[in-house]
């Protein structure tokens, strides 16, 4: 992926391009304007496997003054597609998993949560030691005593 903002796919209320759910393959997904309209995708060239995540608004997640949520929606190898939306041309992205499976690309649970609602689209190089996002650790556990201490007891 490029230097320049690489992450950002686009913005807008995501939907099923209609040649997905026909096939069942459920591997892409298109963005839509307010009025409905096929939202322009920023296409890129991923480099290795990519992680595709929708970003909800915090406005639009659930309850009052929440922070932003991110569903992942697959893992695998990145790609744009050409399709069309009620007779108009769109753009489609989606993920295809280096597993060999032939359908259920993106995650089905995720995708009829997020069905036409308004999101962030993102592609992760990787996940997640992605480089637009610091890995968050564990805290390392206290120990309860030293072995000197330990040792003193017996």
């Known amino acids: 992926m490029d230097d320049t903002n690489p992450h950002r796919i686009g913005e807008g209320r995501l939907a099923l391009p209609p040649a997905e759910s026909d096939s069942r393959r459920y591997g892409a997904v298109l963005l839509l304007d307010d009025r409905g309209n096929p939202a322009p995708l920023r296409v890129f060239t991923p480099i290795g496997t990519a992680v595709l995540t929708a970003t909800i608004a915090s406005n639009d997640a659930a309850g009052p003054a929440s922070r932003?949520?991110?569903?992942?929606?697959?893992?695998?190898?990145?790609?744009?597609?050409?399709?069309?939306?009620?007779?108009?041309?769109?753009?489609?992205?989606?993920?295809?998993?280096?597993?060999?499976?032939?359908?259920?690309?993106?995650?089905?649970?995720?995708?009829?949560?997020?069905?036409?609602?308004?999101?962030?689209?993102?592609?992760?190089?990787?996940?997640?030691?992605?480089?637009?996002?610091?890995?968050?650790?564990?805290?390392?556990?206290k120990k309860r005593g030293s072995r000197q201490a330990r040792g003193r007891r017996r």
């Not at 932003?68 to 295809?96: S, Y």
């Not at 996940?127 to 556990?141: D, H, M, Q, S």
Request: positive net charge.
């Open 68 to 141: 932003p949520r991110i569903e992942l929606l697959g893992v695998g190898a990145l790609f744009f597609a050409d399709t069309r939306w009620k007779d108009r041309p769109a753009q489609a992205a989606g993920v295809r998993p280096r597993d060999g499976r032939q359908s259920w690309w993106l995650d089905p649970r995720a995708l009829a949560k997020l069905q036409d609602v308004p999101i962030l689209l993102e592609a992760h190089e990787s996940w997640p030691g992605c480089r637009c996002k610091p890995v968050i650790c564990k805290p390392r556990r």
